[in-house]
């Protein structure tokens, strides 16, 4: 059994092994971690202060080297990584290899936007009292950062706060999901491989009382946490001066008009709502299918999920993988059965055994009810049916979340007044809400949280503009 360090200022340390880490479909230990307490975080935080200099003045060249050397060597572990995935996420290994590609296409957008960290001429003389002045600003790096990840993108997210730091020039500490900490911990052994400053990295597993500081501390300049609304927005609460990015999920929606090929629809979003068991906060959660097509799509959804395979998530044909643990299954069964008896309608699936959960469809779900009101983030989604596609409209944006919609319509119209009317962070015309772009402004309003991510506009938000003013006397 694989015991693996965890990284404090560079450099791997074990002075434990106490976290286990299990394999989610067996439920056996399959490795074990190093876990840091307070003390260790309260190093860390010091290391990255202190290396906020030597980071701040690295040359864009040598950042974009240290990033490329991470696509290298990742890239040649990309099997290992994706098995890796599979034991520790419960990932079925076909995403599990669609978010290798994905981590190494973040390290390598960032390589690329490292080297082009534009500023702006600012035309000063447009009155009199600015005559001989002239201006121009760049955008500097905060300084020491923290972030706290997610188990269900255990290798991509991690690389979403990792890699514009890195562009940027900003020393981080990272906390990684105590569940799947393994995916952060091999990137920071490929890390530990670089000319990094001393103390520009920290990957530390720990609990969520030992890791306050990375909240608190007000030497951290900037937090940038992927997770549940109720911790993300107790975490702002606490955060004090600094930066906060969030990304905290959501419920998303498709709509799927009249005029929608369903021979394209229906597999795109049996994709969107089941890839990696619905544990995405993207992941489609409610349909909504016109009148005019809805009893055909229902059909043909119906019999696409029912074809899903569900098992070991090391197998190939797996389509369908375990929930993160149990307590996820049972908490998903639990919302179902209340549906169910409100007068929700079966449509396909809804049993469980363990943390696997079979894909499952329902309609008629009373809009209160956790199922439709909430993040499932598991393999379910709900179908109702309009008449009128500004209704539709209405009823994407009721959610208390606003992440991403999805929109199958071939009218240029409706989709102008979708970009116009939906309180998203982004809307998808022609597929699902989970379809991203590493390279796109990512995030959400309402509910789902501040700031965006995405390579350049996370380094964005990791830095500050700084003016520059030239006097002619």
């Known amino acids: 059994m694989k015991a693996y360090p965890y990284y404090l200022a560079n450099r791997a340390e074990s002075p434990n092994a106490a976290l286990e880490v299990r394999d989610k479909f067996s439920g056996e230990v399959a490795a074990r971690a190093a876990l840091a307490d307070a003390q260790a975080l309260d190093q860390a935080i010091g290391a990255a202060v202190a290396a906020e200099k030597a980071t701040r003045r690295l040359p864009s060249y040598e950042r974009q080297a240290i990033l490329k050397h991470c696509v290298a ?21 076909r995403d599990a290899r669609g978010e ?23 035309p000063l003389d447009s009155t009199p009292r600015a005559r001989g002045y002239s201006g121009m600003w760049k955008r500097m790096p905060l300084g020491a950062c923290g972030f706290i990840t997610p188990f269900n993108f255990p290798l991509n997210l991690v690389a979403h706060k990792i890699a514009p730091a890195l562009a940027m020039g900003c020393p981080f500490v990272l906390k990684p999901a105590s569940a799947t900490p393994l995916s952060a911990l091999t990137i920071g052994e490929v890390l530990a491989e670089t000319s990094l400053p001393d103390g520009a990295f920290s990957i530390l597993p720990c609990s969520a009382e030992d890791s306050r500081a990375l909240v608190e501390d007000e030497r951290i300049k900037l937090l940038s946490f992927t997770g549940s609304p109720e911790v993300g927005w107790d975490l702002k609460r606490r955060a004090g001066r600094k930066r906060v990015v969030l990304e905290l999920g959501g419920n998303a929606a498709v709509i799927v ?25 993207i992941s489609v959660q409610r349909i909504l299918a016109h009148d005019l097509v809805y009893r055909r799509f229902r059909e043909r959804l119906i019999e696409a999920t029912r074809r899903l395979k569900a098992g070991n998530p090391s197998n190939e044909e797996t389509f369908i993988g375990p929930l993160i643990n149990e307590e996820a299954a049972k908490r998903l069964e639990e919302w179902l059965e209340a549906a169910v008896q409100r007068g929700a ?35 379910v989604a709900i179908l109702s049916r309009f008449l009128d596609f500004d209704e539709a409209l209405d009823e994407v944006n009721a959610s208390v979340y606003g992440l991403q919609a999805g929109i199958f319509t071939r009218d240029l119209y409706r989709t102008q007044r979708a970009w116009e009317v ?46 520059l003013v030239l006097r002619t006397p």
């Not at 290798?100 to 600012?122: H, K, P, Q, W």
């Open 100 to 122: 290798v590609s994905r981590m190494l296409d973040t390290f390598r957008i960032a390589s690329e936007e490292a080297v082009r960290n534009y500023g702006e001429v600012v």
């Open 345 to 379: 309608k079966l449509l396909c699936g809804g049993k469980r055994v363990g943390a696997m959960m079979e894909p499952t469809l329902l309609e008629d779900v009373p809009k209160d009810e956790p199922l439709c009101a909430r993040e499932a983030f598991g393999p």
């Open 257 to 281: 008009d009249q005029d929608a090929d369903l021979d394209d629809a229906v597999p795109r979003i049996i994709t969107g709502a089941f890839y990696q068991s619905g544990q995405s906060c």
């Open 73 to 93: 060597r990742l890239g040649q572990r990309r099997e290992e990584l994706a098995k890796l995935l599979c034991v520790e996420a419960g990932k079925p290994i």
């Open 422 to 467: 939906l309180q998203v962070g982004g809307v998808i015309v022609g597929d699902v809400p989970s379809w991203r772009s590493d390279a796109m402004p990512y995030g959400g309003v309402k509910g789902s949280g501040s700031g965006r991510e995405g390579v350049r506009f996370a380094m964005q938000e990791m830095s500050e503009i700084r003016m």
